[in-house]
DNA sequence: ATGCCTGAAGGGTTCAGA
């Protein structure tokens, strides 16, 4: 049994987003990770496993670390998590009105931690432009917008995207033109999310850089560094003015077994007295709402 | 070779991912 690390002063907040293409094969990986880097909020996405499985397989290790989980997940395929040692209430599992295809996949859960409306999503990939995945993957990212438009000063979204923001976010534009991730309806899907008033916090920091969170696992483009910027942190203004870091972590994406997405870091400056921010875990398990499950953090 | 890896399902090969 660890010692448990929830925290207990009211500070600066460390919030991450990852990719983790199966929480199964990437424990070995996640766990590490968690102890390396230490996030207050952690938004999974791709844990491919249903929520009793995630639970079976890491509730404990988790709880043993202080996290709280609320879980939105589905066998094989999707799959997205928060993960949180601020507190975590209010779980929603998925979009009101988002299209199914047919059914409702595990795409988007929110959570309040700490004052702050997180919500973890992996939005469709889309895979050809024009195609019944294409429009999908647009009338996703409507409803996303619709959701997020009820709070969006007081909202964190964090997660896969699946849309490259601009030509700078892609190794190669030319490869890319007529693909998905990169077309005009999708950036557009994008800005009108953003025009809700979010920042994307990572490239507000490095406005010139090159920065990418993706790397296909094939013929070395990780080593290469031929990769895309699709996983984002996108904040309301109270949260983006308290920014103080935000980066990729690349070296999540080295060694064995890794996720062919990296982790994306945010560090938040304490919160003004009274405004917004994470403060201290709760006293008592939040209710799990909407079927969602919510496990109890450790005390 | 539009599929060089990886994951998942369900079989000994397929589909999906971005």
Known sequence: MRTPRSRTTVGSVRIATWNVNSVKQRSPRLLPWLDERQPDVVCLQETKLTDDAFADLLGDELADRGYGLALHGEASWNGVAILSRVGLEDVV?????APG??????????????????????????????????RYKLAWLA???????????????????????????????????????????????????????????????????????????????????????????????????????????????????????????????????GDIGPVVPPPSAPAARRGSRVLPQSS
């Open 143 to 273: 409803s996303l917008r619709e959701t997020v438009a009820a709070s969006a000063d007081a909202t964190v979204v964090c997660g896969d995207m699946n849309i490259a923001p601009a030509d700078d976010d892609v190794f190669d534009p030319d490869a890319y033109i007529g693909q998905t991730h990169v077309t005009a309806p999708e950036r557009e899907a994008l800005a009108e999310l953003q025009a809700l008033g979010l920042r994307d916090v990572v490239r507000d920091r490095w406005p010139n850089e090159r920065v990418f969170t993706y790397w296909d696992y094939r013929a070395g483009m990780f080593h290469q560094d031929l990769g895309m910027r699709i996983d984002l942190v996108l904040a309301g203004a109270p949260v983006a003015g308290r920014v103080r870091a935000a980066w990729v972590d690349r070296q999540a994406r080295k060694g064995s077994g890794p996720s062919d997405h990296a982790p994306v870091i945010v560090d938040l400056d304490e919160a003004p007295d």
């Open 93 to 97: 599992a998925g979009l009101a009105g």
């Open 101 to 134: 295809f047919p059914h409702q996949e595990a795409r988007a859960v929110s959570a309040t931690c700490g004052a702050v409306r997180f919500i973890s999503v992996y939005v469709p990939n889309g895979r050809v432009p024009g195609s019944e995945h294409y």
